[in-house]
């Protein structure tokens, strides 16, 4: 089976950017809400945990974008996924949220008031992100694996 790219979508060693960004989100996005849950809820961990959380969420955050983007161009070649297409953008607004929050949790740690909200904020778009990314990955993996016995 040979994989035809259309010209106008990115590549990666001739490979098309979307099926390997999502990878990218299938690990950072769990594993950055992992570490902030844990840096949130363990403060003995929170030296080790939030910093390393906070830059994995911003990068799942940025990696949800460019597959959402070059998920885009792909349909353009290979169809619509419509499930997939359904949990994606949630996957972006999830995740980015959540690094949103992780940094202004960061930063704002030393308040009472904004280290609970943010806190809370965190853990919740957390959940949401880590639901959202599994559901993404799961409808994606059906659309291009599903009909192969």
């Known amino acids: 089976m ?13 490979l098309p950017l979307h099926p390997l960004v999502v990878h990218a989100v299938i690990v950072l996005v ?13 403060p003995r961990l929170r ?3 939030g910093p390393l959380g906070v830059i994995l969420a911003v ?9 959402d983007q070059s998920g885009s161009i ?7 996924p419509e499930e997939h ?4 953008l949630p996957t972006v607004f999830s995740s980015s949220a959540m690094a949103l929050s992780s940094l202004l949790w960061f930063f704002l740690r030393g308040r ?3 280290r ?3 806190g809370t904020l965190t853990i919740l778009s957390g959940i949401a992100a880590v639901t959202f990314t599994i559901l993404a990955g799961h409808s994606g993996a059906e659309a291009v694996w599903g009909g192969l016995s």
């Open 47 to 49: 030296a080790v945990c």
């Open 112 to 114: 009472r008031l904004p």
């Open 30 to 42: 769990p594993l950055a809400a992992l570490l902030l849950v844990l840096a949130i809820c363990v």
């Open 74 to 80: 792909l349909t353009e070649y290979v169809g619509t």
């Open 2 to 14: 040979t994989l035809v790219t259309p010209p106008e979508a990115p590549v990666i060693f001739d």
């Open 59 to 67: 990068a799942g955050a940025i990696s949800a974008v460019v597959a």
């Open 116 to 118: 609970l909200l943010f």
């Open 85 to 88: 297409i359904r949990w994606g």
